[in-house]
């Protein structure tokens, strides 16, 4: 293995989260009755004419404008003509010559380092309708699902340079990332708004020529891009080893298997007679229209990553886990706006508020518990109110009821008694009902203050504030 380098590159399909399909009115929602989605234009019915969803263009230029591309304000649709049963028009509009986008990059975080992955480009296209396999009696037969003929995609295609199965899951997930942060599309693997393909070779290490490509398809999730990429770079390695040669084709993952299979050889441009639609005119965008997109980038996860560890002195593994997710940044932003704790803060969203989002598979804005709240409770632990301990009682709560923490701490009586005077009284008991404890601890027996503690801490019927009773214990205990 150690001979050999992989070479890949990754095609990622994006569907855009548009209302409308990208060449007519239809909805482009997911889950509806199959085939109540389609008319006439996205069935290809003679005679009907595509007509371009302008949002559908904002959010490509949004993709491009967040990853660095240099934006083309002159593209051109091309048709790319094959026959396949889910693709009614028996060709699929695309930008082949001219796309939307050309150029770009985005920095992922490895083990040995950051490292680049540059874009060769982002072009427009439509998507092909859904294949559903019959199962039992009807396993004979196949049925086309036409919802998704023509929901408005990108395709991402990266420079081939990346080197490792991990590093393209991580460039992946980062892609991921960008995309939500932007609100182009909700990049649901499961669902297929989000489509990974592989071009994969190897070459023997420090060899500048490229090895023979082949495709990987069919991975629908970060763990079978990452498997896939690893069982076809251990495939060819064997091949080549044992003096064999890689066919270029493309391949199918298999995910029960685990293994790729062959499924055709690999097409090349010509097979698919790429010509300009003559339905579309040439695509052009204006200045005015690049700058405008541009301000509705928000701040993108590198930079926000960087101000947060610089601004409240995080970890780099506690920034990096806040910024995976915009809802996650925008709500420990809304709590720190409310109280400024960013440490205590960011530590409650992401240990407990994080572990309810996951089990709840529901929005961090949704999970039961507001910013104000979160805020709330970190104040009440800080200033004393209640212990750590409590606090986690009250945030359960406050998950499960909606109260706040305020008033479950209030209705509960779970307020702690932080009182010095009173406290030093109930010290002073406790120390007088145990004198030769006391002198025991005098003499050197430090471990018996958790003894006292909990006596204190007894007789305050557990409300007393454990951090202040360990001070005034030992002032007292001199």
């Given at each position: ?60 230029v949004q993709v491009g404008l967040a990853l660095g591309c240099e934006i083309q304000k002159f593209s051109i649709f091309d048709r790319k003509s094959y026959f396949y049963p889910d693709l009614p028009k028996a060709y699929q509009i695309t ?384």
């Open positions: 293995m150690n001979s050999y380098e992989a070479v890949i590159g990754l095609e990622v399909h994006v569907q855009l989260n548009t209302a409308a399909k990208i060449f007519c009115s239809c909805s482009a929602e997911f889950g509806a009755e199959a085939n109540s989605h389609v008319c006439p234009v996205c069935m290809g019915f003679p005679g009907t004419l595509p007509v371009l969803n302008g949002a559908a263009v904002d959010k490509a930008q082949m010559f001219y796309p939307i986008c050309l150029g770009g990059s985005l920095n992922i975080d490895t083990k040995s380092g950051s490292r680049r992955i540059n874009l060769t480009r982002i072009h427009m296209e439509e998507d092909a309708g859904k294949l559903i396999h019959g199962e039992g009696e009807s396993a004979a037969y196949s049925y086309v699902d036409f919802n998704r003929a023509s929901v408005p995609l990108v395709e991402i295609v990266s420079e081939p340079d990346i080197r490792s199965a991990e590093e393209a899951r991580l460039y992946l997930q980062k892609l991921r990332t960008i995309l939500r942060y932007i609100n182009v599309s909700d990049c649901n693997m499961e669902e297929g708004s989000l489509r990974c393909d592989a071009n994969i070779s190897i070459r023997p290490v420090g060899e500048a020529e490229l090895g023979t490509k082949v495709e990987i398809k069919n991975m629908n999730s970060f763990r079978n891009v990452q498997h896939a990429i690893e069982y076809e770079i251990a495939r060819q390695t064997e091949i080549l080893s044992e003096g064999g040669h890689i066919r270029q084709q493309t391949r199918l993952w298999d995910n029960d298997r685990g293994i790729t299979l062959a499924m055709r050889s690999k097409e090349n441009a010509h097979d698919y007679r790429y010509f300009p639609d003559p339905d579309l005119f040439p695509l052009k965008l204006t200045d005015e229209k690049i700058e405008r997109l541009k301000k509705t980038i928000p701040e993108l996860p590198d930079s926000r990553k960087a101000r947060f560890m610089q601004e409240y002195s995080l970890s780099a593994q506690d920034a990096d886990l806040l910024v995976s997710e915009k809802d996650y940044a925008d709500f420990y932003e809304d709590a720190l706006k409310i109280y400024s704790s960013p440490k205590n803060i960011a530590n409650w969203i992401m240990s407990e508020l994080l572990r309810v989002v996951n089990q709840k598979g529901l929005s961090i804005f949704n999970a039961g518990v507001a910013p104000a709240d979160i805020a709330q409770l970190v104040k009440l632990i800080e200033s004393g109110a209640i212990s750590g301990k409590q606090g986690k009682e009250v945030f359960a709560e406050a998950v499960e009821t909606g109260k706040t923490p305020e008033a479950i701490v209030s209705e509960k009586g779970l307020s702690q008694l932080s009182d010095k005077g009173e406290l030093y009284g109930i010290v002073q008991k406790v120390v007088k009902a145990n004198p030769s404890e006391a002198e025991r601890f005098k003499s050197g027996e430090e471990k018996l203050l958790g003894f006292f503690v909990g006596l204190v801490i007894k007789e305050s019927r557990g409300k007393a504030n454990p951090k202040l009773v360990n001070e005034i214990l030992k002032e007292t205990l001199k």
